[in-house]
């Protein structure tokens, strides 16, 4: 199994910055790749961004060129560095991990609101 733990969210302004962390641990060689997903209120889960075991990226339209998705092997720890926040980035994010290919591990979810 692998467990998940996110920290780094807040109350942010407009314009601002906040980064996210998620550290893995457990069965953390059968990763393959690792995720940020969002659910602003009232709405449905979405994915963000991901990153591959070989440290390739992936990006929502709407978060392009404002977020950054990395990893640190070292540490287990995949980031989620945000950039020019906007009201419609608030939301409760979630970590999320594939392993075995199969396998979805999920954070407990950090809150992150955007005020105008």
């Known amino acids: 199994q692998v467990q998940l733990v996110e920290s780094g969210g807040g109350l942010v302004t407009a314009g601002g910055s906040l980064r996210l962390s998620c550290a893995a641990s457990?069965?953390?060689?059968?990763?393959?790749?690792m995720g940020w997903y969002r659910q602003p209120p009232g709405k449905q889960r979405e994915l963000v961004a991901t990153?591959?075991?070989?440290?390739?990226?992936n990006y929502v339209d709407s978060v392009k060129g404002r977020f950054t998705i990395s990893r640190d092997n070292a540490k287990n720890t995949v980031y989620l560095q945000m950039n020019s926040l906007k009201p419609e980035d608030t939301a409760v994010y979630y970590c999320?991990?594939?392993?075995?290919?199969?396998?979805?591990?999920w954070g407990q979810g950090t809150q992150v609101t955007v005020s105008s």
């Open positions: 999320n991990a594939r392993y075995y290919y199969t396998i979805d591990a």
């Open positions: 990153i591959s075991s070989g440290d390739s990226t």
């Open positions: 457990g069965d953390i060689f059968s990763l393959n790749y």
